[in-house]
């Protein structure tokens, strides 16, 4: 565990250093949307720290006709449920204190998730904060399009997944988006 836990601290130095360096990677992030799968409802996430902030993506995205959420932690231990958001509307923090949309929002199944993530791999491979919360909202929506959304940089040469871990089906970056090859949907 103590390898993971050394992982996940140099993945969050190295994306610091990646937000420090380029901060304008979100908004060239946005100017690939088009290239995004489809999608009607496309979950995005607050950023919080050095993750690749969404507000650019979200205008892009409500451009393009796709409609936003947000996922809410109710519970820790259970799979995060998507409320419906546009930007500037209010948010308040959920159970694990992120911002999320205010329980009378509307709830919605998204389609196309977009997470955050300290790393990625060739294969789709995601290594994330280390609470699960992903893991097992992907576990319980399987039919979602999977997409991470990072720096370029934060691509590594291989993660060891563990049997819980699912993969990503692409990753949208700075540089554009890629599908993993093998992933099914």
């Known amino acids: 565990m103590s ?10 130095a190295l994306r610091k250093r990646l937000a420090e360096a380029d901060p304008t990677a979100a908004g060239r992030a946005a100017e690939h949307v088009s290239a995004l799968p489809e999608g009607e409802v496309v979950a995005l996430y607050r950023a919080m720290a050095s993750e690749l902030d969404t507000d650019a993506l979200a205008v892009a995205l409500l451009t393009a006709g796709r409609r936003l959420c947000l996922p809410v932690v109710l519970t820790r231990d259970a799979p995060m449920l998507f409320r419906a958001w546009a930007p500037g509307e209010p948010l308040e923090l959920d159970a694990a204190g992120c911002p999320a949309p205010l329980p ?21 491979g995601r290594l994330g904060q280390g609470g699960g919360y992903y893991d097992r909202t992907f576990a319980a929506r399987p039919d979602a399009i999977r997409v991470g959304f990072a720096y370029a940089g934060q ?5 060891s997944l563990e049997a819980h871990d699912m993969p990503l089906h692409g990753v949208l970056t700075e540089t554009g988006y890629r599908e993993f090859q093998g992933i099914c949907r």
């Not at 009378?104 to 789709?124: K, M, N, R, W, Y």
């Open 104 to 124: 009378l929002a509307e709830s919605v199944e998204p389609d196309l998730i977009l997470t955050p993530l300290l790393a990625f791999d060739a294969l789709g």
């Open 3 to 12: 390898d993971k836990h050394e992982l996940r601290s140099a993945a969050r």
């Open 155 to 159: 691509a590594v040469e291989a993660l």
